[in-house]
């Protein structure tokens, strides 16, 4: 598979991971304290029709219903979910070989030897904490060849981890961190 296959696939995964986190979000949103733009049109209503309350008592409810309107389902699975997201920094050792111009030449392929060479490389990704123990749920690309493996959480504090499992087929690895 070349480069720009590799890169596609990833894509594709990629959106499909929003896809899949966007219905994730969605179903454990819920439906409470949904004001939505009802509240915003009754508040409007009530000021035009001139209730009894002040023009500040209407001012502070059309507030009130705008902050309310901004709480959507989105919002408050974000909310709801965000301690749970890590981002994950990664090395790894990428090996490369040089091939040799004359690699197809039968006497000067004995002269000219391939020569193979490493790079570390630094990459991120992202994951979920799925159980009280400290294992990680993310992508089998993100970790693939890692060397190195740092879980950062929300609040910046680091952990290592280590791999305890991968696989290729759906791109999902699940990683260990060890404290609280």
């Known amino acids: 598979m070349n480069y720009s296959h590799r890169i596609l696939k990833k ?15 969605m179903v454990c949103s819920g439906k409470e304290n949904d004001a939505g733009p009802k509240a915003l049109s009754d508040a409007v209503y009530s000021e ?8 500040d008592n209407q001012i502070a409810a059309i507030q009130d ?11 408050r699975a974000v909310a709801r979910v965000s301690p749970a997201v890590v981002g ?14 004359f690699a197809d030449d039968p006497f000067f392929r004995n002269f ?15 994951g ?5 123990e400290g ?7 993100v970790i693939d060849q890692a060397t190195e493996i740092i879980v950062t959480r929300a609040g910046g504090k680091q952990y290592v981890a280590r791999e ?4 290729y087929t759906t791109d999902l690895a699940i990683l260990k961190i060890e404290g609280d």
Do not use: C, M
Request: glycine share 6%.
């Open 164 to 167: 305890i499992g991968q696989d």
């Open 11 to 25: 894509t594709y995964l990629i959106i499909f991971g929003f896809i899949l986190a966007y219905f994730f979000l």
């Open 135 to 141: 294992y990680i749920l993310t992508n089998q690309h």
């Open 48 to 55: 035009q029709r001139g209730s009894d309350a002040g023009a």
């Open 65 to 75: 219903a705008i902050s309310n309107s901004r709480h959507n389902a989105i919002t």
């Open 88 to 101: 994950i920094n990664v090395i790894q050792v990428q090996r490369y070989v040089h091939r040799n111009p």
């Open 128 to 132: 979920f904490i799925i159980s009280k």
């Open 112 to 126: 000219f030897q391939d020569i193979p060479y490493e790079r570390r490389v630094k990459s991120l990704g992202s």
